[in-house]
Structure formats: structure tokens, C-alpha cells
């Protein structure tokens, strides 16, 4: 049977915006070595801001921008939402961005609703979307989604993620957007690592130099960039491999991640923890935590909670 002290702990937890779905996962978080956290959405915000864009020859602002926005229409990445954001705001003249714009000229705006326009999404995972807009194939995302359409593209190393935009196998432009490193998660990993976490680790399908700019300002101890969803996978297997464990429920890993595109790493890790308020209702269903209030330094103090319930119980 089930202490009650460990009823106890969950509560405790839960009255800290820590949800833990059985007692078992407290007490290995009380033990665990490694806390492997995604990026995007839990170590950073995942609201991006857009901070720089550069147009193919012939293309304007307004329609480089335009035509990402409705390509990301119908997509739930924190990188979608940005990019409609912009794109609005723009289209309200809120921003001066567009070179037509500033001659006066508002971007010719399509009457017709964006469920008309915009046909044959696709989302491919940790590279970006594929649809049709005004019957043009467009695509929107990284390097990786470009080259698997032979889409000549203007590489550029700009600091943030750098979208790539391209319409019937023309590259459009550039559109650079900026995430911000949630205000508590370096004390999130020095938390960790003061409370016994051996190993902190980042795994990310956003470019290796933002990756390495963002491990070295929290103090993460090893960092692997442009992984593909199943990559994450493939990471976590070694991690757990590496990863000493014993019979007693020593040596755990944790995985933490906002779900969108995470969801099987949260279910192959020991213990799945997601970000609530911000993450999909998959990622609430594969974890076995969840942070409801998206902080990340809520891992630190649900091992605490757990450690305090153990020392009850023994
Ligand atoms: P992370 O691993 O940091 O959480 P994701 O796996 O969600 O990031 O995405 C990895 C990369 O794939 C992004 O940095 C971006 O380049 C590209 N990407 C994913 N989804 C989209 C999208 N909807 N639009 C544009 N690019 C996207
Ligand atoms: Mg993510």
C-alpha cells in the first residue's frame, strides 16, 4: 500500500502548481541525476519577436511577411503565432517595416478569408510548414526544409532563428525572430545542480549557435542542436544509457518540454515533466508532471518536496 505521506507530497506539490500524477514519480524525482530540458517554450519564452527582415530581389517587405503569416496560419508553434503577430501588425500599418508602406502604398491585402487562401498544410516537424496560399506552394522554415526542396536559399547567420521563406521554389527572404530566456531559468539549472542533478543537458531543433549562446548564459552542462523530433529520441536513449542506474530507483532522467514536437521524449524518459499553461494537451497527456505555471525552477522545488515526503516515510 501506498504511504500516506507520499498523498501528502503530491498534495504539497499540487498546492505549489506541481502536478504529479502518482507517488512512484515523486520519489524518482527525488532521485534523479540527469534533467534534460527542451528549448524553445521552457527555457525560453516561445514567443518570439521578429527582429530583422531581408527580401529576395523584387520582394517586398509586406509581402515576404504576408505570405509566411498565411503559410502559419493554422500552425500551433510559438514560431507561427510570432510570425502572425507580425504579420497583423504590419497589415494594420503598426509598423513602418514595409518598403511599400512606406511609400504610402498599403500591402495589396486578399479580401478572401485565410480558410480560402490558404490549402494543403503540412507541418513537418523541427523544420517548418508546407502550404498552398493563393494556389502558390509555399514553404516557411529552416535550412533543413529549404534543402529537401532544392530551394536555393541566402544562408544567413543572423542571431535568433532564421525562417526561411520560399513560393513555388523561389526564395523570398529571410525573416529573423528572437526568443527571450525565461527570467528564472538560470536559476532553474543552478537550482538543479545544488539540489545533486549531476547532469544538465539542452536538446533543441533550433541552429547550433543559438543552442551554444543559450546553454553557456544558464550554465547547461552539455547542449545538441538541430535535432529532429526523433533525434530527441535518439539523445534521451543515450542519455539513459549513459546514465548510472541501480534497482533502488537511483540514477533517474528527467525530461522537460512544452510538447509541441517533444511529446515522445516525454514518454520515453523516466520521468516526463511539461509545461503546463503553455503546452499542448499532449504533452499533458504523455507527462507524468506537469508545471503548471511554466517555470522551470518548479523542478527544483518538486525534488525538494519529494526528498522532505521521503524522509517522512522512512
Ligand atoms: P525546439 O526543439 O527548440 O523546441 P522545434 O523542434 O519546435 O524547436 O523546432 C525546431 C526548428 O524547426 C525551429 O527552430 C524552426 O527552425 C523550425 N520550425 C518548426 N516549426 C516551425 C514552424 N511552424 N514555422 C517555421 N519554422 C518552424
Ligand atoms: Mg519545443
Not at 74 to 95: C, K, L, W
Amino acid at each position: 500500500s501506498v504511504p500516506l505521506s507520499f498523498f501528502g507530497g503530491i498534495g504539497g506539490a499540487s498546492r505549489l502548481g506541481i502536478l504529479v500524477k502518482g507517488s512512484n514519480y515523486l520519489e524518482a524525482l527525488g532521485s534523479t541525476e540527469t534533467v534534460v530540458f527542451d528549448k524553445t517554450g521552457t527555457l525560453t519564452d516561445g514567443t518570439f519577436a521578429v527582429t530583422e527582415l531581408a527580401c529576395a530581389p523584387g520582394v517586398t517587405e509586406a509581402e515576404l511577411v504576408a505570405t509566411a503569416a498565411a503559410a502559419e496560419a493554422f500552425s500551433t508553434h510559438p514560431i507561427a503565432q510570432s510570425v502572425r503577430v507580425y504579420g497583423d501588425a504590419m497589415a494594420n500599418g503598426e509598423r513602418s517595416g514595409g518598403d511599400a508602406m512606406a511609400n504610402g502604398q498599403r500591402p495589396a491585402t486578399n479580401v478572401a478569408p485565410l480558410a480560402e487562401r490558404v490549402r494543403d498544410v503540412r507541418e513537418v516537424s523541427g523544420q517548418g510548414v508546407e502550404a498552398v496560399v493563393d494556389g502558390r506552394g509555399v514553404l516557411v522554415g529552416n535550412g533543413k526544409l529549404m534543402a529537401a526542396h532544392g530551394v536555393p536559399f541566402q544562408a544567413t547567420d543572423a542571431a535568433g532563428t532564421v525562417l526561411y521563406v520560399a513560393a513555388d521554389g523561389a526564395f523570398l527572404g529571410t525573416i529573423v525572430i528572437a526568443d527571450t530566456i525565461k527570467p528564472t531559468a538560470a536559476r532553474a539549472i543552478a537550482d538543479l545542480h545544488a539540489a545533486g542533478v549531476k547532469k544538465t543537458v539542452m536538446l533543441t531543433g533550433d541552429r547550433t549557435d543559438v543552442a551554444a549562446s543559450v546553454a553557456a548564459r544558464l550554465g547547461i552542462d552539455e547542449v545538441h542542436a538541430e535535432l529532429l523530433p526523433q533525434d530527441k529520441v535518439a539523445e534521451v536513449e543515450k542519455l539513459l544509457a549513459a546514465t548510472e542506474r541501480d534497482t533502488r530507483g537511483k540514477g533517474k532522467l528527467a525530461f522537460v518540454g512544452d510538447g509541441i514536437n517533444d511529446a515522445p521524449v516525454l514518454t520515453r524518459a523516466d520521468i516526463g515533466i511539461a509545461m503546463g499553461a503553455m503546452g499542448s494537451d499532449a504533452a499533458i497527456e504523455a507527462a507524468d508532471i506537469v508545471l503548471m505555471n511554466d517555470n522551470p525552477d518548479d523542478i527544483a522545488k518538486a525534488i525538494d518536496v519529494a526528498r522532505r515526503t521521503m524522509r517522512i516515510v522512512w
